[in-house]
């Protein structure tokens, strides 16, 4: 399970250095993706793996199921991360979550997500209120 935020920075080839203590989940790769939100997901290959079959099974005649395939697949690459932890983030999901220098890289439970800093901060800023008001609406007896 991913948990937390840490702030790591694209370097000059546009790779982030993955938190050390995420780093064995990926070993055996890692899939960026399009993230909802204008973010980026980052899954372990075999979560996204799963992610692939669960979607499979939406039937072909589901156009909601089509859309959301094509958004989620096509903009979607994978790697294995090099020794250092780095992986490379594509210019498609680059300029998609409007990703520059500093980043927010969080802990989602399953998967990660990938932010421009910036636009973190604004949509925690937004959001905390929210989060205040409806936590017991989406997880019924929590709190």
Do not use: H
């Not at 399970?1 to 920075?9: E, H, I, N, V």
């Not at 099974?57 to 156009?63: D, F, H, R, S, Y």
């Not at 294995?80 to 520059?100: N, S």
């Amino acid at each position: 399970m991913f948990l937390g935020t840490f702030s790591p920075r694209l370097d000059d080839k546009n790779r982030l250095i993955l938190p050390a203590k995420w780093r064995p989940s990926f070993e055996s790769g890692i899939v960026l993706t399009r993230g909802q939100e204008r973010c980026v997901f980052a899954f372990a290959r075999s979560a996204f793996e799963s992610l692939v079959d669960e979607l499979a099974g939406a039937p072909l005649t589901n156009k909601d199921a089509r859309d959301y395939s094509r958004m989620l697949l096509a903009g979607a690459q994978d790697e294995v991360p090099d020794k250092q932890g780095r992986i490379t983030v594509a210019p498609l999901l680059r300029e998609y979550a409007g990703l520059t220098r500093d980043l927010a890289v969080l802990g989602v439970g399953r998967r990660l997500e990938i932010w421009d800093a910036a636009t973190w901060q604004q949509l925690q800023e937004q959001g905390e209120q929210a989060f205040s008001e409806r936590s017991t609406e989406i997880v019924p007896g929590v709190l």
